[in-house]
């Protein structure tokens, strides 16, 4: 598993520029208002959020190429196609990085880390000096990936919606650390749309130590804590159309130092669809954008990931999954940091185009009040899997210092229960369900 991954195309680790898109500078404003002209919200998906971790089949898992089969059952969402903005204009409290010029009037190559900046929603959480001093560093690659990411994602979601913008939180966590959560409500086209990116670091709770060791893991802790950092950039978009599907994602690296000085770190990561009713041609372009990102590396890697999401978002009380599935995966650590971190480049640079046509396509469809009375239903499963198994969740309620509002930025903003509803046999509302019991392959 993995062992064959490839050289990525793109070239050296971090080298990747997001494409400008829509071209031109944006004209001051973001979703049809102005920048920040929204109230800074405080919903924002932290790290705390991202850390959404997988089942691990087959026991504890081991370190290393096939020893770790066992936890390679996760998925991986996809990534993003170039749809940054070129310049995204200044952010309410969130400062964007300065251009500098040499005296030619061409970018000093020096401070291309500072024009790399410029399409960000916000300064990167660590400090640019910090980033330029360890350049070569996974971790300043990943920070570097996840804040393109949130960028890429934000505008595209922004041109599509036109009815609000984008609030933007920049937090900081007193253990060390801190975040950017962007957050959309009440707009034309999505009811709550949140894309945030935390980097943290401090010390493990004994709370989430135990969490992690229930999944394997096996650390030397000294007084039952351990050293650690984490960042990842996190995502949940409930549209309003009842026709117009939630989509999730997440992609994250996780750090450990044991009380000897040895470090293991992982990446984890995926995105999943959550449809109110089944569109076959929705589903297929979905699991074939991710399956595409996936095969750039190794053809298997795909349908065991897809299968490690079918298996994760399970409402195991109810017996169905929470929704299509997508991919999924955790606690990757082979072949290499780099060639891993490439791969979570492939899958972050698919989001995009995983999601948005879905949503494009069906943001303007008619709609009955009977059919958003079962998009309310659904969001009620939706509530239940993410508050009672996701373990993202739990591991940010255990973290010292967790940021509630990042955590539960997943939840929508309406949703409904109803005692002992079931619906009409050959209905589409039946059709879903059926889906939601008996996963399928979507590509073959």
């Known amino acids: 598993m993995f062992s064959s991954l490839g050289r990525p195309r793109w070239g050296r680790l971090g080298s990747a520029v997001p494409r400008a898109w829509p071209p031109g500078p944006a004209a001051g404003r973001f979703g049809g208002a102005p920048l920040g002209g929204a ?42 196609a170039g749809v940054a903005a070129a310049s995204l204009q200044h952010l309410a409290q969130a400062e964007m990085v300065p251009r500098i010029e040499g005296t030619s009037g061409v970018p000093d190559r020096a401070d291309e880390l500072a024009l790399r900046c ?44 036109r009815g609000a913008s984008f609030s933007v939180d920049r937090w900081e966590r ?17 009811e709550k749309a949140g894309v945030s990116v935390s980097v943290v670091h401090g010390t493990l709770s004994e709370e989430a130590v135990k969490q992690m060791r229930s999944r394997g893991k096996v650390f030397k802790t000294k007084n039952g804590q351990l050293a650690f950092c984490a960042m990842g950039v996190s995502s949940v978009i409930h549209p309003k159309n009842p026709h117009a599907p939630t989509f999730h994602f997440n992609y994250r690296y996780f750090e450990i130092e044991e ?18 009713y ?15 990102a996936c095969d750039q590396h190794d053809p298997s890697l795909y349908p065991k990931f897809k299968k490690w999401c079918d298996d994760y978002f399970v409402i195991k009380h109810r017996g169905e999954r929470r929704g299509i599935g997508g991919i999924f995966f955790d606690d990757l650590d ?36 009977q059919e958003k009375q079962w998009q309310q239903l659904r969001r009620g499963r939706y509530v239940e899997f993410n508050l009672l198994y996701d373990r993202g969740t739990k591991f940010g309620l255990f973290t010292p210092g967790s940021r509630i509002e ?19 046999k050959n209905s589409k509302e039946a059709e879903i369900l059926e889906v939601l019991h008996h996963p399928k392959d979507w590509v073959h």
Request: charged share 20%; hydrophobic share 40%.
């Open 39 to 80: 109230p800074l919200g405080g919903a924002g998906s932290g790290l705390t959020r991202a850390l959404t971790y997988g089942p691990s089949p087959g026991g504890a898992g081991v370190r290393g190429g096939a020893r770790r089969a066992p936890w390679l059952v996760a998925g991986l969402a996809a990534g993003l």
């Open 118 to 161: 410029k399409a960000f929603m916000a300064q990167p959480v660590t400090a640019l000096a910090e980033l330029r001093a360890r350049r070569g560093d996974v971790k300043t690659q990943m920070e570097l990936l996840i804040m393109e990411t949130q960028a890429q994602v934000c505008q595209a979601l922004a041109q599509l919606d």
């Open 174 to 190: 007193k253990e060390g650390g801190g975040g950017i959560s962007c957050v959309l409500q009440d707009g034309h086209v999505f």
């Open 259 to 276: 009380a000897d000085g040895n470090k293991q770190w992982w990446f984890g990561g995926g995105c999943d669809l959550t449809p109110t």
């Open 278 to 292: 089944l569109n076959q041609e929705d589903a297929v372009h979905f699991h074939k954008t991710l399956k595409d």
């Open 334 to 369: 082979s072949p290499s940091k780099e060639d891993v971190f490439h791969f979570v480049q492939s899958c972050a640079r698919a989001v995009v185009p995983s999601y948005i046509p879905l949503v494009k396509k069906h943001c303007n469809d008619p709609f009955t009040s």
């Open 406 to 424: 990042s955590i539960l930025m997943s939840l929508p903003l309406t949703a409904r229960w109803e005692y002992m509803h079931a619906p009409s």
